[in-house]
Nanobody, 122 residues
Framework: QVQLVESGGGLVQAGGSLRLSCAASRRTFNSAAMGWFRQVPGKEREFVATINWSVGSTYYGDSVKGRFTISRDIAKNTVYLQMNSLKPEDTAVYYC???????????????WGQGTQVTVSS
């Protein structure tokens, strides 16, 4: 079982930036992709972004497209989420996950981190 640890969350003013990191305990050999999701209490988890481990292709949710960038460092087994032009509606717990497919669907992600809180003040 791969362990994923997110870091980098915090409190930031609207318009600011944060970079989240997701470190895997070992190379996710069976994982084709890594994804970021977010969740607000009382709401369903929302897809944010995903990246293919080997070729680096990416896909973003409409609400973050043009503002967030997902990247990976294969040598460090780490995925990043650079978040710019943050808005109060980006406030959520952000989770990273290993997936067997480059997809927005949660059902294809099988290992999840514990989450990191991002709070954007207006």
């Amino acid at each position: 079982q791969v362990q994923l640890v997110e870091s980098g969350g915090g409190l930031v003013q609207a318009g600011g930036s944060l970079r989240l990191s997701c470190a895997a305990s070992r190379r996710t050999f069976n994982s084709a992709a890594m994804g970021w999701f977010r969740q607000v209490p009382g709401k369903e988890r929302e897809f944010v972004a995903t990246i293919n481990w080997s070729v680096g292709s990416t896909y973003y949710g409409d609400s973050v497209k043009g503002r967030f960038t997902i990247s990976r460092d294969i040598a460090k087994n780490t995925v990043y989420l650079q978040m710019n032009s943050l808005k109060p509606e980006d406030t959520a717990v952000y989770y990273c996950a290993c997936g067997n497919l480059l997809t927005v669907l949660e059902s294809h992600y099988y290992s999840w981190g514990q989450g990191t809180q991002v709070t954007v003040s207006s």
